[in-house]
Nanobody, 124 residues
Framework: QVQLVESGGGLVQAGGSLRLSCAASAGTFSIYAMGWFRQAPGKEREFVAAISSNGLNTYYADSVKGRFTISRDNAKTTVYLQMNSLKPEDTAIYYC?????????????????WGQGTQVTVSS
């Protein structure tokens, strides 16, 4: 079973940047699309971004489009989320996840492996 470990979260002022990383244990990382989700206190988990297995296709929630960039390095079995122009409403626990081959990109039920999450807090 793959293990996903997120890092890079922290406290940042509004307008600042953070880069999240998600390291996957060795295995067939390169054949799976990967995604980032987030969950704020009292809210449901929501889709943030996803990237295809070869990195050529990316998908974003409207709320982060133009500010966040997802990327991956298959040689390092790592997926990244560069977050710029952060807003207080971006405050949440961020999770990376592995998408099943036939799953739909924007739905968390399509992801079968999850990291433990990393906290991102944006102060105003």
């Amino acid at each position: 079973q793959v293990q996903l470990v997120e890092s890079g979260g922290g406290l940042v002022q509004a307008g600042g940047s953070l880069r999240l990383s998600c390291a996957a244990s060795a295995g067939t990382f390169s054949i799976y699309a990967m995604g980032w989700f987030r969950q704020a206190p009292g809210k449901e988990r929501e889709f943030v971004a996803a990237i295809s297995s070869n990195g050529l296709n990316t998908y974003y929630a409207d709320s982060v489009k133009g500010r966040f960039t997802i990327s991956r390095d298959n040689a390092k079995t790592t997926v990244y989320l560069q977050m710029n122009s952060l807003k207080p409403e971006d405050t949440a626990i961020y999770y990376c996840a592995r998408k099943t081959v036939l799953g739909r990109t924007y739905f968390d039920s399509s992801y079968d492996a999850w990291g433990q999450g990393t906290q991102v807090t944006v102060s105003s």
